[in-house]
């Protein structure tokens, strides 16, 4: 998972890709590089750290020429090195490649190029600038020799090429990984996805797997490199985005994940603006399917458990969820009767995308929801409910999740023929969280001081509440880096109270539902043992050290209001430890690899 940019047009690359990569570094940020083309010379800067520290270091937006390609990289094969940052290149130097996604035959293909091929990488990525070196060797122009390498990796990519012997022009190829072209007078920019160039440019075409791209200033021609007809341009699409430069900027936060959290009550009622007939369609589909298997990935599937106990409890149909990265051991079973719901919010996560894959090859219907417009999940799903809640840029899942649950919500109601009540009790709900959005801050924050020090925390809960349990030590985890588990209330005494020592936090989530008195009863337990017990409720208990007060909502809508406090412990605390939360280490937003 890395994020790369392209820029071919008459001022200079350099700024324009370089500006791209800040808006795509939540893709990946262990180290960055450009590469330009200026009078016939290959230019290139590469470098260990985030964008900001290798462009202090090497000025990568100064660079000369007015055709550019750049990476953010998300290390997979190889160090964090510079050696291993991208872009690489041919023996000469005079062909640059950036490249997200896996080459799974690379081995095979250096042990080919090795013996008149100099590398100076341990990555996968490298053998792209020399395969299209050696079949430009042989005369081909850029474009033949991109077709022909794409042909010979095996994997997944979108990879981007410029060569000095050919200026003015970037060729690029995309197979499961993302590519988005904007169009704009005179200049081309092409990058992994929309809002890198969404200042320049509303005006998208969405590449698909196969597909290969030749710009040039103003241009951009298509082609399906599997077709193999490179004489053939391809009549594409040109969609707008309706996304703005607002929803890209931190807007006077400090950090994208407050801003994103401060959006929750709007983005839920944004969700609640759905095409009525699309959700009623969707909630048709869902009650008719012999079965329904949702799917998702880490905190969506939070979202997918929640959704699961909604379908249940408010619509009486049943169903199941699997985690995306085990779906296809599993999709023997899922057939033509069955709806496959696919959960993400980037919809480029490729365990997502290869179980949409199987239920499609199996004959399943799909229906998605999905934030990221245009994304591959929804391109290739049957019926696509879009989550609207803008694009969401801490790597930490905020407003998506509980615009995530807000679409469950809806379907769940309008599966009882009751969407405008579902409509009104959620526009109450959003209400409710934006008051206690301002109550919590100033204890949360203090909570966080005190608890910075501790080197684990422990989330419990009973029933739907417990896949709240699970996504706050998901978030605690991710941005904190303090060890944290989730798990069902009534299972603590079960083993895990033997980590239990003097002052271990332990958040206990226990709204008034029919959870309350026997979640208590396992919190009681717990500080018995010397937990130190952080309440996540509407009614105080002396079980309770300290007390995070939530509004009062109905049953069902409990999930919605008491993650708030949880993402925002999660954030205090990262803050706390000095860390920054947008850009947790080790991890990306948009996880494009399996
Ligand atoms: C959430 O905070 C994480 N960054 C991560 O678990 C994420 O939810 C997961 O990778 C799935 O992403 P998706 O919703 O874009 O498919």
């Given amino acids: 998972m890395c994020g790369i940019a392209g820029f071919v047009g008459s001022e200079p690359a350099a700024p324009m890709v370089f500006k791209a990569l800040t808006r795509l570094e939540y893709r ?38 007015t055709v550019g390609i750049g990476h953010v990289r998300w290390a997979t094969h190889g160090a964090v090195t510079d050696a291993n940052a991208h872009p690489h290149l041919d023996c000469r130097g005079r062909i640059a490649v950036v490249h997200n996604g896996i080459i799974e035959n690379y081995q095979e293909l250096r042990a080919s190029l090795s013996p008149t091929h100099r590398f100076l990488s341990e990555t996968d990525s490298e053998v ?9 060797a042989q005369g081909m122009s850029l474009e033949d020799a991109c077709y022909h390498t794409s042909r010979q990796l095996k994997g997944s990519y979108a ?23 904007g169009h704009s007078q005179g200049r081309c920019f092409i990058a ?72 929750e009550p709007t983005t839920i009622r944004r969700a609640l603006e759905q095409d009525r007939q699309l959700v009623m369609d969707a909630a048709m589909d869902i009650l008719r399917a012999r079965q329904v298997v949702i799917t998702a990935c880490g905190t969506s599937r939070y979202a997918a458990l929640i959704g699961r106990y909604l379908f249940s409890k408010l619509a009486g149909k049943f169903c199941d969820v699997v985690m995306a990265s085990e779906f296809q051991y599993f999709s023997d079973s899922v057939d033509k009767n069955t709806l496959v719901i696919a959960v993400s919010q980037s919809g480029e996560t490729a365990d997502v995308m290869e179980g949409v894959r199987r239920a499609k090859a199996n004959e399943a219907q799909v229906l998605s929801i999905v934030n990221t417009q245009g994304s591959s999940v929804a391109r290739a799903s049957d019926r696509v409910i879009y989550l609207d809640c803008g694009p969401e840029m801490a790597v930490a899942a905020t407003k998506s999740f509980v615009s995530q649950l807000a679409v469950f919500y809806l379907l769940a109601y309008a599966m009882r023929s009751r969407l405008d009540e579902g409509i009104a009790k959620l526009k109450a709900a959003a209400g409710a969280i934006e008051r206690e959005l301002k109550d919590n801050f100033k204890k949360v924050e203090r909570l966080a001081e005190v608890t910075k020090d501790r080197a684990d925390y422990y989330f419990i809960a009973r029933g739907a509440n417990f896949a709240i349990a699970t996504e706050g030590a998901l978030k605690l985890k991710e941005i904190s880096y303090i060890h944290a588990e ?20 332990v958040v206990v989530i226990c709204p008034q539902d029919y959870t309350h008195a026997e979640t208590l009863s396992n919190a009681m337990e717990a500080r018995a043992r010397g937990a130190y017990i952080i309440g996540v409720s509407d009614a105080d208990h002396e079980a309770f050290h300290e007390w995070i007060r939530i509004p009062q909502t109905e049953e069902v809508f409990y999930p919605l209001v008491t993650v708030i406090p949880l993402q925002l412990l999660a954030y205090y605390l990262a803050l706390a430890r000095g860390l920054d939360p947008d850009h947790p280490r080790h991890l990306a937003k948009s996880v494009t690899v399996k």
């Fill in 28 to 65: 990946g940020y262990d180290s960055a590089g450009l590469a330009t083309i200026s009078r016939g010379h290959l230019w290139h800067k590469k470098g260990v750290g985030k964008l900001p520290e290798v462009q202090a270091q090497l000025n990568l937006d100064k660079m000369p020429g």
């Fill in 128 to 136: 792209i600038p020399h395969l299209i070196e050696a079949h430009m």
């Fill in 159 to 181: 990879f981007l090429a410029i060569a000095a012997s050919e200026p003015d022009k970037i060729v690029a190829c995309r197979q499961d990984s993302p590519l988005v072209v």
């Fill in 192 to 263: 992994s996805d929309v809002p890198s160039f969404l200042e320049h440019t509303n005006q998208v075409t969405y590449m698909e797997d196969g597909e290969m791209v030749v710009l040039v200033p103003g241009q951009a021609t298509f082609y399906n490199g599997l077709k193999g007809d490179l004489r053939e341009p391809l009549a594409k699409e040109v969609s707008q985005i309706d996304w703005t430069l607002e929803d890209i900027s931190k807007q006077g936060y400090d950090y994208f994940m407050l801003k994103e959290i401060m959006e």
């Fill in 486 to 505: 989730g798990m069902p209330a009534g299972e603590l005494k079960h083993g895990t109270l033997s980590l239990i020592e003097d002052g271990t936090p």
